[in-house]
């Protein structure tokens, strides 16, 4: 019937009708076109978007912990320098301090006796007054070590144990490289992760009478968490992305509800390090949602930022839906 119609239509109304389709395909093509051009350009503006967010956060971060160190030198330097006086320490053969015995390497007690060391006539065994006014300066902990024929002791620290108490009579053995180091009049530092935290632990030389007596152990965190996670928590990217902090052995440092788990077995992370990169973007799913991850690698941390993808393409669809409803319409106007 429909044939019999079209046959019995005037040319003039069907080539309106031919028209209208022409009309009606442009139209739907017109708008897959303009919608995929949107598409890649908010694509393309979430990329440099999310990487310039990731930037900003890793300058924060690489600050913070040029600060910590800075804070770190300048205290080493100030109490090396207090130290190392000439008369500053006074060292007593005559009289002895017997001290409980911890060797880090083997594990072993005993007891050592050692010279009895002062400092403006007050013994500095057991007396944390100087070691407590040090931390207070703003470090994580501050330690005097004397030499011994086995090595360094500690003979006044602010380290507390997990019982609470003040770490004394800790061993560095003469065989281990912290001991040589020093030994030598040379600087020795590392990185530890002690209590969630990656922490610097600088050792240097006291020296009396240009011979080595003894080691200052200065401690700071590598990075301030407790000063970078409200910069990190505030942040919000779209409805619901956000940043996070991620030591290289996957703990979380800083997350808005995950802080201090470990997530080495999470698709993102795996992806991330899939990647051989120090930077770049993975896709993955977190559920059931589609996320974007945006990351940047420093030494002991990944700074990383994550969104979902529906939320930045709900622009898009809003166009698609538009688009649909206009393509009804022209079908129905025109044909």
Not at 207 to 236: C, H, I, M, S, Y
Request: hydrophobic share 40%; aromatic share 10%; net charge neutral.
């Amino acid at each position: 019937m429909s044939m019999i119609r079209l046959k019995d239509m005037k040319i003039g109304s069907k080539l309106n009708l031919l028209l209208s389709l022409v009309m009606v395909v442009i139209f739907a093509v017109l708008s897959i076109y303009i919608i995929n051009i949107q598409a890649n350009k908010i694509y393309a503006d979430t990329d440099l978007r999310m990487t310039e967010q990731v930037s900003d956060l890793v300058d924060l971060v690489t600050e913070d912990a040029k600060n910590n160190q800075k804070q770190l030198e300048i205290t080493k330097k100030l109490a090396l320098n207090y130290l190392n006086q000439e008369n500053s320490i006074q060292i007593n053969s005559n009289r002895k301090q017997t001290l409980p015995t911890h060797d880090i390497l083997s594990n072993s007690t005993s007891e050592t006796k050692v010279n009895t060391w002062t400092i403006r006539n007050q013994t500095i065994h057991n007396n944390y007054s100087y070691v407590d006014g040090i931390k207070e300066t703003g470090l994580e902990a501050c330690a005097i070590f004397q030499l011994t024929p086995q090595g360094y002791i500690s003979i006044s620290s602010s380290i507390m144990n997990e019982a609470g108490e003040r770490e004394i009579g800790t061993l560095i053995p003469d065989k281990s490289p912290i001991a040589q180091a020093v030994s030598e009049q040379r600087n020795f530092q590392e990185r530890s992760l002690l209590n969630d935290n990656w922490v610097i632990n600088t050792y240097d030389p006291i020296v009396k009478n240009n011979q080595v007596v003894g080691l200052l152990l200065l401690r700071n965190l590598e990075l301030n968490r407790d000063a970078l996670r409200p910069l990190f928590l505030k942040k919000k990217y779209f409805d619901s992305g956000y940043p996070f902090l991620v030591y290289a052995d996957a703990t979380m440092a800083i997350h808005p509800t995950l802080e201090g788990q470990n997530r080495a077995e999470e698709e993102y992370y795996l992806k991330m390090l899939a990647t051989g990169q120090t930077s770049g973007k993975v896709y993955y799913q977190y559920k059931n949602r589609d996320k974007f991850l945006y990351f940047s690698k420093l030494e002991t941390t990944y700074v990383i930022t994550s969104i979902y993808v529906d939320e930045f393409l709900s622009i898009v669809k809003e166009m698609r839906l538009t688009f649909l409803i206009a393509f009804i319409l022209a079908i129905v106007f025109f044909i």
